[in-house]
T-cell receptor, first 111, second 115 residues
Framework: DAKTTQPPSMDCAEGRAANLPCNHS???????VYWYRQIHSQGPQYIIH???NNETNEMASLIITEDRKSSTLILPHATLRDTAVYYC????????????FGPGTSLSVIP | NAGVTQTPKFRVLKTGQSMTLLCAQD?????MYWYRQDPGMGLRLIHY???????AKGEVPDGYNVSRLKKQNFLLGLESAAPSQTSVYFC??????????????FGPGTRLTVT
């Protein structure tokens, strides 16, 4: 599995867009980019995933560069409830397997 | 649509006692998982199931047993609890599909303390 690199922490003003970067320069052609988050004392939460096209759902947007070596998770209007640790994971999506979290990015949304 | 629910939310056990944690999902998912999460350790897979009536061991199965008699339920049993099993336990589920096998939906967790 490709290794990912994320900044350890970020701040974002409430109401502004939060842009969380992830580098995955060794990603292979059949690996997807997945994003999860974990709010303190809660269960992990799946956010979004993509292969090469940009994706959007009710929670966030995922922008993947054309060479697929990096991606950005965008929370369009961050709220205090978005304060959490965000995990970028690169995996082949064709086998059931455990979710493996790296250190992630601790996002603090500031009033 | 409640998603994934776990019962109980909190429990304190004495060493040697037994208990069963219940996980239920209403999304008709085929696959279900039990994880434990300890500070600084990330998620560790205990057992998983790829369908009703089937179970398999994960990376830390010792001291735990599981059963999946109904598709929507996945039970985790501790036969003789030990202090090392003090942890937060998460259940998760997902469905088959080309990219969906890593799109897992987690329950709120059960906080277990063994004294």
């Amino acid at each position: 599995d490709a290794k990912t690199t994320q900044p350890p922490s970020m701040d974002c003003a409430e109401g502004r867009a939060a842009n969380l970067p992830c580098n995955h320069s060794t990603i292979s052609g059949n690996e997807y980019v997945y994003w999860y988050r974990q709010i303190h004392s809660q269960g992990p939460q799946y956010i979004i995933h993509g292969l090469k096209n940009n994706e959007t759902n009710e929670m966030a947007s995922l922008i993947i560069t054309e060479d697929r070596k990096s991606s950005t998770l965008i929370l369009p209007h961050a709220t205090l409830r978005d304060t959490a640790v965000y995990y970028c994971i690169v995996r082949v999506g064709t086998s059931y397997d455990k979710v493996i979290f790296g250190p992630g990015t601790s996002l603090s949304v500031i009033p | 649509n409640a998603g994934v629910t776990q019962t109980p939310k909190f429990r304190v056990l004495k060493t040697g006692q037994s208990m069963t944690l219940l996980c239920a999902q209403d999304m008709n998912h085929e696959y279900m998982y039990w994880y434990r999460q300890d500070p600084g350790m990330g998620l560790r897979l205990i057992h998983y199931s790829v369908g009703e009536g089937t179970t398999a061991k994960g990376e830390v199965p010792d001291g735990y047993n599981v059963s999946r008699l109904k598709k929507q339920n996945f039970l985790l049993g501790l036969e003789s609890a030990a202090p090392s099993q003090t942890s937060v336990y998460f259940c998760a589920s997902n469905n088959r599909g080309s990219s969906k096998l890593y799109e897992q939906y987690f329950g709120p967790g059960t906080r277990l303390t063994v004294t």
